[in-house]
């Protein structure tokens, strides 16, 4: 591979809290090894159309709190076809921008893949999606943040659920991953939790429900996941709503409120350590992986593997979500 030079950034799919953090790190990491940065503003469709800024250490100096991207994300239909990602290839030839960071999710490293594929580019990219859901990594980038956003949510409808005895059913983001309802759940003390990992069966809810629940002196609170079969908190809570018409039941979906704010510390670290080591991986002659962190060490996982690899829920937190709701 011939020496890099150039290295080129860009966010894709959903927006996650820590993208900022990882883009000012590649930044510095790329100046730190004498190349120079370029960021490329709204994603892949911003690269077809060759939106593109070289970018200084300044250029990211206090961005590092800041939630969502500077550098934009966007869906493109374009780049899905093989000329749009010939398109995509000519405007990086034309910037003269020798490899590419791409920070997103499984949809984004799909892209990625198919470009080195036909177009034989220098791509490592960074796991930036709330949702948790990427083999090869402990944790995304945007995930804590996003846990911690759903459980100050839930513990200020605590306090009105205690207030006036109700039944509250809480929809957190998780489309197809329940990692951010499961979590949130235990952190919470919710009296139950419904992933779409799991075919949801209401018996264990019921139970609650005809034997612990009294509507006179008590409050209840069950997490759900958006991508739940049922059809997320309003489709679960119609079902209990007609077995139990006595019930005040209330539904609440938290929404895109989990992917703003400020990101964790914890998020502002991993996207740090996961931006320098893109640019290491780069600079090592690596391509077509996702950077990830194992049992606190970086590892490199190929695209293939992390976009058709399922990961799973953690077992352990799903038999210590068990034993803390039983009855």
Do not use: W
Not at 62 to 86: D, H, M, V, Y
Not at 203 to 214: A, G, M, P
């Amino acid at each position: 591979m011939a020496k890099i030079k150039r290295i080129g950034v860009l966010t894709s799919g959903g927006d996650a809290p820590g993208m900022n953090a990882a883009i000012r790190a590649v930044v510095r990491a790329a100046i730190h090894y004498g190349c120079e940065a370029y960021g490329v503003y709204g994603g892949y469709q911003g690269l077809i159309n060759g939106e593109i800024k070289k970018l200084k250490s300044k250029d990211v100096s206090n961005i590092i709190q800041r939630g969502g991207t500077i550098l934009k994300s966007a869906r493109s239909t374009e780049f899905r076809t093989p000329e749009g990602r010939t398109r995509a290839a000519q405007v990086l030839a034309e910037h003269n921008i020798d490899a590419l960071v791409v920070i997103g999710g499984d949809g984004s490293f799909t892209g990625a893949r198919l470009l080195i594929q036909e177009h034989n580019i220098p791509i490592v990219g960074i796991p930036g999606t709330i949702d948790n859901d990427l083999f090869g990594t402990d944790s995304t980038i945007g995930y804590d943040t996003a846990v911690n956003t759903a459980v100050e949510a839930v513990d200020k409808i605590k306090d009105t659920a205690s207030a006036h005895n109700r039944l509250f059913f809480i929809e957190v983001m998780g489309r197809d991953a329940g990692f951010i309802a499961l979590r949130t759940a235990i952190a919470t003390g919710a009296e139950a939790v419904l992933v779409p990992e799991i075919e949801t069966d209401l018996t264990d809810l019921e139970r609650f429900i005809e034997k612990d629940y009294d509507p006179t002196r008590s409050s209840g609170i069950v997490i759900v996941a958006e991508g739940e079969k049922e059809g997320g908190a309003y489709g679960v809570a119609k079902k209990v709503s007609e077995a139990h018409p006595e019930y005040d039941i209330r539904v609440s979906v938290l929404g895109h409120m989990q992917r703003g704010g400020s990101p964790s510390a914890f998020d502002r670290v991993l996207a740090s350590q996961l931006g320098v080591a893109a640019v290491d991986a780069l600079m090592d002659d690596q391509k077509s992986i996702m950077v990830g962190i194992v049992n606190k060490v970086i590892v490199h996982t190929p695209f293939n593997k992390t976009i058709k690899t399922s990961k799973g829920l953690n077992p352990e937190l799903l038999k210590l979500v068990r034993v803390l709701t039983s009855r």
